[in-house]
Nanobody, 123 residues
Framework: QEHLVESGGGLVQAGGSLRLSCAASGRTFSSYAMGWFRQAPGKEREFVAAISRRGGGTYYTDSVKGRFTISRDNAKNTVYLQMNSLKPEDTAVYYC????????????????WGQGTQVTVSS
C-alpha cells in the first residue's frame, strides 16, 4: 500500500513556476504508474499528467502540454510536476495518485491518493 504526500503548492503570479513533489512511503514505488490530477472549485477532478513505472512514458492533458513536465525518481520514491508559464486557469488543488502497472487518465482508475496541495495563480 502506498501513502502519498504532496508538497510544493502555493501562490504564484501568472507566468511563474512551481514544482510539486509527491513522496510515497511504500517499498514498491517503482511498480506503480503515477498521475497528477487537479480539481478547481465547482469542477470535477481532471487528469493533468501521468508517468509510467520507470519514467519512459509520459502523458499530458492538452492544456498543459509544453508547460508542465512530470518526472520521477524511483530511488527517492518521489514524483514531480514542474509547472511553468502558469495561468490563472491552472488554479486548483493538485493531487498525486498511484496505480499498479500501467498509466491511465481516469481518476477512478487510480488506487491511492494524496491529500492534495493548493496551487493559486494570480492574474
Amino acid at each position: 500500500q502506498e501513502h502519498l504526500v504532496e508538497s510544493g503548492g502555493g501562490l504564484v503570479q501568472a507566468g511563474g513556476s512551481l514544482r510539486l513533489s509527491c513522496a510515497a512511503s511504500g517499498r514498491t514505488f517503482s511498480s506503480y504508474a503515477m498521475g497528477w490530477f487537479r480539481q478547481a472549485p465547482g469542477k470535477e477532478r481532471e487528469f493533468v499528467a501521468a508517468i509510467s513505472r520507470r519514467g519512459g512514458g509520459t502523458y499530458y492533458t492538452d492544456s498543459v502540454k509544453g508547460r508542465f513536465t512530470i518526472s520521477r525518481d524511483n530511488a527517492k520514491n518521489t514524483v514531480y510536476l514542474q509547472m511553468n508559464s502558469l495561468k490563472p486557469e491552472d488554479t486548483a488543488v493538485y493531487y498525486c495518485a498511484a496505480r499498479q502497472v500501467s498509466v491511465a487518465v481516469g481518476p477512478n482508475e487510480y488506487d491511492y491518493w494524496g491529500q492534495g496541495t493548493q496551487v493559486t495563480v494570480s492574474s
